[in-house]
Nanobody, 124 residues
Framework: QVQLVESGGGLVQAGGSLRLSCTTS????????VGWFRQAPGKEREFVAA????????KYADSVKGRFTISRDDAKNTVYLQMNGLKPEDTAVYSC?????????????????WGQGTQVTVSS
């Protein structure tokens, strides 16, 4: 089973940028969609973005459209989440996960092999 590791989180001021990375410490997600999710304190985990197995298709939550970009480099076994124009409401633990399908969805139940997550804090 693939194991995922997230990195790139940190503290940033509102309007700033961060790039998160999701890599595999064992196995590969080649041929599978990969998604990013986030969980803020006291809230349920929510969908952020997903990318299809080929990288040709992407999905975004309405709250991040136009600000976040998901991409993948299978040669490096890495999926990225470029976050621009960060807002305080983006503060959360961000986790990546692998979809059981090639095209993925926005449904959390479609994903597994969750990483530990990386903390993103946006100050106002």
């Amino acid at each position: 089973q693939v194991q995922l590791v997230e990195s790139g989180g940190g503290l940033v001021q509102a309007g700033g940028s961060l790039r998160l990375s999701c890599t595999t410490s064992g196995g590969t997600f080649t041929g599978h969609a990969v998604g990013w999710f986030r969980q803020a304190p006291g809230k349920e985990r929510e969908f952020v973005a997903a990318i299809t197995w080929s990288g040709s298709g992407t999905k975004y939550a309405d709250s991040v459209k136009g600000r976040f970009t998901i991409s993948r480099d299978d040669a490096k076994n890495t999926v990225y989440l470029q976050m621009n124009g960060l807002k305080p409401e983006d503060t959360a633990v961000y986790s990546c996960a692998v979809s059981g399908t090639q095209y993925g969805s926005t449904w959390i139940g479609d994903f597994g092999s969750w990483g530990q997550g990386t903390q993103v804090t946006v100050s106002s």
